[in-house]
T-cell receptor, first 109, second 110 residues
Framework: GQSLEQPSEVTAVEGAIVQINCTYQTSGFYGLSWYQQHDGGAPTFLSYNALDGLEETGRFSSFLSRSDSYGYLLLQELQMKDSASYFCARTGGGNKLTFGTGTQLKVEL | EADIYQTPRYLVIGTGKKITLECSQT?????MYWYQQDPGMELHLIHYSYGVNSTEKGDLSSESTVSRIRTEHFPLTLESARPSHTSQYLC?????????FGQGTRLTVV
């Protein structure tokens, strides 16, 4: 299958660091990306990893380990506006873009 | 800002009606996608296309059909709407790294 697994919910306080994990199926894998979706809104792109290692974009970083079929999104200096759903997405064979189960992040004061 | 548009944004329609959800992008992307998403749930891929005249079914079985006659246009059609089709439908297009989403169509079949 093409399933990607994520924790369903994560809660953290403002200013903290949080990590959202994603495991995926390896067959026909090209890359892993991350998207943010606020309630009622459309998903927006955050980051993409095709190779092992860390990609940093401001307060957000994403990591990929192809040998472990695993990646994570790291959010630093959390702000209330970061409360949203976060999805990992797998680019696979045939140009399919398949999304994970999603993680709802709640940022508290 | 993403140049991908979906119409209508909201649609309430009776059972048995034929509907077409429109999706257009002006970025020249070859890859386009349709997803179905219920509130608070994951995005399920129902159709995708990697270019003109190429379409594939996604991972979630759907009674809808799609066409890709022009690069910029990727409409989705339901021949006979049913209450089980009630959901949000999201269209996206992508380049090498990033996918851009339309604002979605919230479909309610009564």
């Amino acid at each position: 299958g093409q399933s990607l697994e994520q924790p369903s919910e994560v809660t953290a306080v403002e200013g903290a660091i949080v990590q959202i994990n994603c495991t995926y199926q390896t067959s026909g894998f090209y890359g892993l990306s991350w998207y943010q979706q606020h309630d009622g809104g459309a998903p927006t792109f955050l980051s993409y990893n095709a190779l092992d290692g860390l990609e940093e974009t401001g307060r957000f970083s994403s990591f990929l380990s192809r040998s472990d079929s695993y990646g994570y999104l790291l959010l630093q200096e959390l702000q209330m506006k970061d409360s949203a759903s976060y999805f990992c997405a797998r680019t696979g064979g045939g140009n399919k873009l398949t999304f994970g189960t999603g993680t709802q992040l709640k940022v508290e004061l | 800002e993403a140049d991908i548009y979906q119409t209508p944004r909201y649609l309430v329609i009776g059972t048995g009606k034929k509907i077409t959800l429109e999706c257009s992008q002006t970025m020249g992307h070859d890859k386009m996608y349709w997803y179905q998403q219920d509130p608070g749930m994951e995005l399920h891929l129902i159709h995708y296309s990697y270019g003109v005249n190429s379409t594939e079914k996604g991972d979630l079985s759907s009674e809808s059909t799609v066409s890709r006659i022009r690069t910029e246009h990727f409409p989705l059609t339901l021949e006979s709407a049913r209450p089980s089709h009630t959901s949000q439908y999201l269209c996206a297009s992508s380049g090498v790294r990033e996918a851009f989403f339309g604002q979605g169509t919230r479909l309610t079949v009564v």
